[in-house]
């Protein structure tokens, strides 16, 4: 009888101990994402009527969909974010377009994490984190190549990336024909946002990338084929985001919607589904960033999150309290500098522009390759502009304030209506608690010997508190905050001084008490309040004093970050920087490949000559009574 039962004990027993045993190699779920370039939500999943995206919204209503996923407004510094668990900001100079991020020793790119708990690892194919990341570390295989097929043990867990670049901005120029298989878009229906012109140019841009949208629906469709084909479609869970804003005028580069909101859906296979943060269709409408995906990730496959990673879970086990805030940065974008910075609560967007004296609208070089920045450009020189396609193109106000829900083109400014005074606040303060959190390094000056994680972090090196409250104070144009600056420019701190000769080209005439103060730092000992200085005197007309100091770091091929700053201020003085025409077009043939693909000064400098010999135009801004109508 014993024998008997033993013998029943282990028939019964048998097919749950088989069941264990073919569901053993799979613990952890494979994790695909498939990568978009410079696109906003233009999916029908997504509410627009225009879109043909089927395999897209499929995905959509199998899976969730967040309704306010932000990215930084460009692609490095996104990466960055991206790979890191970490702002770009966090390790200056990574917030800029294309520098070496200077980072901790120990920092891995989240992918090293995943390999080390047996994860096969595969990016097709881009790797400008903006950080000397290892990318050996990261990936068993990077490049063109690339692909979850290459692992040597077909029951091994992946973790692969596939880059889309057929909608990259690049797509719109020069034109070139396109292999559709659906009539093209009509482009007498697409709708032109408010804050563009209505050009041909922009119009047919716009059909034109409806046109790839349905391209690149097609090819995602050929990725999950490809999963089913291989049997590996219920263990994958799917990631379909755009990797940072759109290409159409005043998107990708700039912190409104249009520049960083991007279409984010995840499927989760009925295996899996248990991790997902909501059931099948659900839309989610807390905001998340790109900061939050490797923290993400390492929660769907069970890893251990790092406790320097600045990012939250949004599924998973290790899945994070929902974001009340999520934060985007604009600096240095290619050869150009600006600095702005964004607060996303789930209705609100506020904008904070630490130089409003420079225009939304610079003359990049690869920006204006762009027909629709051209003919917005013609618009305004012809006086044509109306006041809403004008407001994009001048100086910038302190603030902006944006309701999503009612406005999401990003149009009516309500930074000062008293009725929403409260929420300015609280958007305010979130920024300030953000800047000190993350030690922002975007208020240090690019070539500073400050920037980068550990540098910064050094005790009394970089006094960020008081270096956010100059910046603000300088940001606000109000010439009763002049003494405080004049106080500043003697500061024991780089950052300090640097902000308050900004402040000082801010007011323009207004600084002109502060004359004697700034020229003393026309020899400070960084080269950055130097050109600072010089940009501050040359606003009140002291060009004598200015342009030398200009022109001597304009030559200074040892500190391109320096260069590159003189090169900017002297542009931007157009007519006035004459008298450094010929140092120009010697700084312009001795110029040296930049170190790290920065960019070097004779980007800008290519411009301002061509200005001063009148070969182009400068652009017309800021708009003025002449330059708009009614």
């Not at 190699?25 to 879109?51: F, M, Q, R």
């Not at 980007?603 to 652009?619: D, F, P, R, S």
Request: aromatic content about 10%; proline content about 9%.
């Amino acid at each position: 009888m014993k024998y008997i039962l033993i013998y029943l004990a282990a028939s019964l027993l048998a097919p749950l101990t088989m069941i264990q045993a073919e569901d053993s190699p799979i613990k952890t779920p494979n994790i695909l994402w498939l990568v978009s370039e410079d696109n906003n939500p233009l999916l029908g999943c997504y509410g627009d009527p225009l879109a043909h995206t089927p395999t897209l919204d499929r995905l959509a209503k199998d899976g969730v969909l967040y309704e306010r996923c932000f990215a930084q407004p460009v692609c490095a510094p996104s990466r960055f974010a991206l790979i890191s668990g970490m702002y770009a900001a966090t390790a200056g100079p990574a917030e800029h377009m294309r520098a070496q991020g200077k980072i901790p020793s120990w920092l891995k790119g989240f992918p090293a994490l995943l390999r080390e708990a047996g994860y096969y690892t595969s990016n097709n194919a881009k790797t400008d984190y903006n950080s000397p990341l290892s990318i050996k570390e990261a990936w068993d295989e990077s490049g063109r190549n690339a692909h979850w097929r290459k692992r040597s043990n077909p029951g091994q867990p992946f973790f692969s990336v596939f880059n889309h670049e057929l909608t990259h901005e690049s797509c719109l120029f020069p034109l070139k024909e396109l292999p559709l298989t659906l009539p093209p878009m009509d482009r007498a229906k697409v709708r032109i946002p408010p804050y563009q012109p209505d050009t041909p140019e922009i119009r047919d841009d716009w059909g034109r990338y409806y046109d790839y949208m349905a391209l690149l629906d097609a090819q995602i469709e050929a990725k999950l084929q490809d999963l089913k084909k291989d049997g590996l479609a219920e263990n994958t869970i799917v990631f379909y985001y755009g990797d940072n804003g759109g290409v159409l005028p005043r998107s990708k580069r700039f912190l409104q919607q249009s520049g960083t909101h991007v279409p984010l859906i995840v499927y989760f296979p009925p295996k899996w589904r248990h991790l997902a943060p909501a059931a099948p269709g659900s839309r989610i409408k807390d905001p998340v960033g790109f900061v939050d995906f490797a923290a993400t990730v390492l929660s769907l496959a069970g890893v251990k999150i790092p406790d320097y990673m600045q990012g939250r879970a949004f599924a998973g086990p290790a899945k994070a309290a929902p974001n009340t805030f999520v934060f985007c940065t604009r600096d240095r974008m290619d050869e150009r500098y600006d600095m702005m910075r964004s607060v996303v609560e789930r209705r609100w967007l506020y904008i904070h522009n630490y130089r409003p004296d420079v225009p939304y609208v610079q003359p990049l070089d690869y920006q204006f390759q762009a027909r629709g920045y051209q003919s917005w450009a013609r618009v305004a020189a012809e006086g044509k502009l109306t006041q809403a396609t004008a407001q994009f193109w001048g100086t910038k106000p302190t603030e902006e304030l944006y309701d999503m829900d009612t406005d999401p083109d990003s149009v009516k400014n309500l930074a000062r209506d008293p009725a929403h005074r409260q929420t300015l606040e609280r958007m305010r303060a979130a920024l300030k608690q953000h800047t000190l959190e993350i030690n922002d390094n975007g208020f240090l000056p690019e070539g500073s010997p400050l920037e980068g994680y550990e540098a910064s972090r050094k005790p009394g090196a970089y006094p960020i508190e008081r270096v956010f409250a100059l910046a603000t104070m300088a940001s606000e144009r109000d010439p009763k905050h002049l003494p405080k600056l004049i106080e500043a420019l003697d500061d024991a701190s780089e950052p300090m001084r640097w902000w308050a000769a900004q402040g000082c080209t801010i007011l323009g005439s207004q600084a002109s008490p502060a004359e004697p103060a700034l020229r003393k730092h026309l020899d400070d000992p960084s080269g950055a309040v130097q050109v600072a200085t010089a940009e501050a005197l040359a606003s009140l007309g002291k060009l004598d004093d200015a342009l030398p100091t200009l022109e001597r770091w304009l030559q200074n091929t040892d500190a391109p970050a320096f260069a590159q700053q003189a090169a900017n201020v002297l542009d931007r003085l157009g007519e006035r920087a004459r008298p450094v025409l010929p140092a120009m077009k010697r700084a312009v043939e001795s110029a040296k490949p930049a170190a790290g693909g920065t960019y070097p000064p004779q980007h800008v400098l290519n411009h301002a000559i061509a200005v001063l010999e009148g070969k182009t135009q400068a652009l017309v801004y800021p708009p003025t009574e002449k330059t708009t109508k009614p």
